[in-house]
Every structure is written in structure tokens, then in C-alpha cells.
């Protein structure tokens, strides 16, 4: 604001005039603040991606052998109700001789654990090529550390082939959970299936369902 002193002169009081002083401050704080504003908006609107690994899709009549999956490293999972998670390793293909059926959730002890176990090799591979760019012994672009994550998990050889699978009763956020312990124990290999009849079956008489699902000619 414009400051007026009173001055007297001459017996008769004269206003002086000064030019006007404004203060900033507020204007600043006021642009940071929607500077700011306008950065995390921008970037929350930004598309996520998410990874996932689904098989190629063939073209009409196109003939493809199926893939060679080593049962001794496959690990079934399979998205039950209520949380819960139901695993098996190998393939099963009869209800008689089906291989035992395990339940565990996604707790840190659960189906991360589970998986941790199973991929151990390759997560202290990726964990310490990421420590090693931390200190400074590797250097290497920032752009190119996931192309040469991505090399690790390609040239892995010992790690899980994860078949995710649902019941009919799963539910979406399940399989957001799952693909979350995918990426945080860096799993190479694994991909969505349907669920067999067999397995089906499997889960109704863990949960002591009388099970309706007929058996395929």
C-alpha cells in the first residue's frame, strides 16, 4: 500500500507521497503451490502399465506345438475365494493321483514366501546387479537397468514357471495381488491358464464342496 506521512511546514500540514510497496510473497507461495498442483495431476493422468506375459495369439489355422513345461520347476496357483491362494507343483491330470493341494494367502509369509523359495537364485541375482548400480560399481544408463533386468530373468534357467489360474469365485483384485508378487520376488516366467476340470474338482473337495463340474469326454 501507498504510505502518506504527515509533515508540517510552515504551520500548515503537507501529505507526502511514496511510491506503493507491495509485497510479493504471497503471489510466490500462491504459483509454487499450483505449480506444484499442476505437476502431480499431470502425472497421476499418466497411463500405468503393467507387465503381463499371455501366450501369442495364433493366427487362423496356424499350427503350433505346445511348449515343453519341466514339471519339477512348474508351480500352479491358483486364485481361490476369500483371499485365499491354492498351489500345487507339477501338473495333474487325474483327481486320484492329483499332487497335494496347499492353501496360503498373500501375506509376507504367504504366496511370497512360497515363491521367494522357489526363485531364490534369480532374486539375489537381480537384488545384487541392483546394489552393485547403487554403489557405483556398474554403470549403466538409467533407461537400460529393466532391459538388463529383463536379460537376467531371460538367461534364468533354474527359477519357477508360475501358471496362474482362478475359480470361478476369485475375485479382480486377487489377480492385481498376484501380479504385484510376481514383480516384487522378480519371477521370470509366468503367464495366465484356465483352470482344469481336474483342478476344479481339486479345489471344491478342499473346500468340501460337492462338486458338479463333469468330467470331459
Not at 503537507?14 to 505437476?39: E, G, N, Q, R, Y
Not at 502399465?49 to 495364433?58: A, F, G, H
Not at 492353501?103 to 515363491?115: A, C, E, W
Request: proline share 6%; net charge positive; with cysteine.
Amino acid at each position: 500500500m501507498a504510505e502518506i506521512i504527515q509533515e508540517e511546514k510552515g504551520g500548515k500540514k503537507k501529505a507526502k507521497k511514496h511510491p506503493p510497496s507491495i509485497d510479493m510473497t504471497p503471489m510466490v507461495d500462491l504459483m509454487c503451490l499450483l505449480i506444484t498442483f499442476f505437476m502431480l495431476t499431470t502425472a497421476f493422468s499418466k497411463p500405468k502399465i503393467m507387465e503381463i506375459v499371455l501366450p501369442e495369439k495364433l493366427k487362423k489355422n496356424e499350427k503350433v506345438d505346445a511348449p515343453k513345461i519341466a514339471e519339477s520347476r512348474t508351480i500352479n496357483i491358483i486364485l481361490g475365494p476369500e483371499d485365499k491362494i491354492y498351489f500345487y507343483n507339477g501338473r495333474a491330470t487325474d483327481p486320484k493321483s492329483a499332487p497335494p493341494l496347499q492353501t496360503t494367502d498373500f501375506s509376507d509369509q504367504g504366496i511370497r514366501q512360497v515363491l521367494l523359495d522357489r526363485n531364490r537364485a534369480l532374486f539375489k541375482k537381480i537384488d545384487q546387479f541392483n546394489k552393485d548400480i547403487i554403489a557405483g560399481k556398474i554403470e549403466i544408463p538409467r533407461d537400460s537397468v529393466q532391459s538388463a533386468i529383463r536379460k537376467l530373468k531371460s538367461d534364468d534357467d533354474t527359477g519357477p514357471i508360475v501358471l496362474i489360474k482362478a475359480y470361478k469365485t476369485a475375485n479382480y483384485g486377487n489377480f492385481v495381488d498376484i501380479l504385484d508378487e510376481m514383480s516384487i520376488i522378480g519371477i521370470a516366467r509366468y503367464t495366465f491358464v484356465d483352470l482344469t476340470w481336474v483342478e476344479e474338482k481339486m479345489i471344491e473337495d478342499k473346500l468340501g464342496i460337492v462338486s458338479t463340474t463333469p468330467k470331459p469326454n
